[in-house]
């Protein structure tokens, strides 16, 4: 499929609405839809780059990953649209609305399947280093006892005698055909007259499938993970629905986060903070050395560069922020007391000197200047 920017094959500004957007690819859907441009390689090309930029942007969660990581698939369970059959059914809605009828009327019109939706818990470790992650999720699959016919043993689907199997009664009008599901069957084209008794003439089935959940190094606390194909079954020969899995990160007992960089609270005592000390700062690999400088402040915030998460699909690599504290003692032996007694003693008479020496510096730069 094409690379071009998605913005740009809509024909609409970054900051267009979803309305705007909608409203744009259904103009370019009209002008190379196949059935106006019959073996038109060109069109057909137009017609899927369209589609996809529309798949794209017309999701809001997939629009901003797109806008930030120039992807709306970062996490690498991308995919495309194979056929023109397949954007039919993706975007069935669109073609109903925009031509008032079915988009390509050759029988029961295929149907994607549903998505599906999977609440998975990971561990702060999993989402800073990456990780993949066994599932079971309940979806439906083809009956066994029927093969999927829906049809009892011994017998099979009848061919709708009203509609002869298509499912629709069509008209034609000028380059489209105007289709209404036939009322016979409704829609499907054939009929059950002895539905199978396991699944009571569905076809399908709930069973359980395993899953291996690759998740990214680096990932967020409600990032969803989509999995192309993975969702229900579809109709009529449609493409299968896609499986969103939606993360929720446990919070780490050592590190708070903000976006890509991790905060770490180191709390040192008040001699370390007025003389210096070196100080080993637990990492997500291994243990740093961060030296702090003499006369450090309570709430002081080093970083160390490149020590904090990945950013997901780059290269790029967030810090790691020391948020320093310095612990007030609370309880003091008798050697302590006199100690920090002296030392503020020794302190009050330094800020007096000091404040002499400012008094009779101001006094001679006054007089100078005339102002005494």
Do not use: W
Request: aromatic share 8%; net charge neutral; hydrophobic share 30%.
């Amino acid at each position: 499929m094409s690379q071009r920017d998605f913005y740009e094959v809509l024909g609409v500004a970054r900051d267009a609405s979803e309305e705007d957007i909608k409203r744009a690819y259904r103009k370019l859907a009209l002008q190379y839809h196949p059935d106006r441009n019959p073996d038109n390689p060109e069109a057909e090309q137009k017609f899927k780059e369209a589609a996809e930029a529309y798949d794209a942007l017309r999701d809001p969660e997939r629009r901003a990953n797109y806008d930030r990581y120039g992807s709306p698939d970062p996490f690498g369970h991308g995919g495309g649209f194979s056929s023109a059959d397949d954007i039919f059914s993706q975007f069935s809605d669109i073609f109903g609305d925009l031509f008032g009828f079915s988009a390509r009327s050759r029988g029961p019109r295929p149907e994607a399947g549903a998505d599906l939706r999977y609440n998975l818990t990971i561990s702060f470790q999993q989402a800073a280093k990456g990780a993949e992650v066994p599932i079971s999720i309940p979806r439906h699959v083809p009956c066994d006892e029927c093969e999927g016919t829906g049809a009892a043993k011994g017998t099979k689907p009848e061919t709708c005698k009203q509609c002869g199997g298509s499912g629709q009664v069509r008209h034609a009008q000028g380059f489209f055909q105007i289709s209404v599901p036939c009322a016979a069957c409704g829609g499907q084209g054939f009929t059950i007259p002895h539905p199978c008794p396991k699944c009571k003439g569905q076809g399908i089935i709930q069973q359980k499938r395993d899953l291996t959940v690759r998740i990214p190094a680096g990932v967020y606390d409600g990032a969803r993970l989509r999995l192309r194909g993975e969702g229900e079954l579809g109709v009529h020969g449609g493409p299968p629905g896609d499986l969103y899995v939606v993360l929720r990160v446990e919070e780490d007992k050592t590190f708070a986060r903000q976006g890509q960089d991790l905060i770490y609270t180191a709390t040192i005592s008040f001699p370390q903070a007025a003389l210096g000390v070196r100080i080993e700062v637990p990492g997500l690999d291994e243990t740093l050395d961060l030296e702090i400088p003499k006369g450090t402040q309570s709430g002081s915030v080093f970083r160390l560069g490149g020590k904090g998460l990945p950013y997901p699909g780059e290269k790029r690599v967030g810090d790691l922020l020391v948020e320093v504290r310095v612990q007030t003692p609370t309880k003091l032996n008798e050697e302590q007391e006199r100690l920090l007694r002296e030392f503020e003693k020794i302190t009050r008479a330094q800020e007096k000197t000091l404040s002499g020496k400012v008094k009779k510096a101001m006094h001679k730069f006054g007089k100078a200047m005339g102002m005494d």
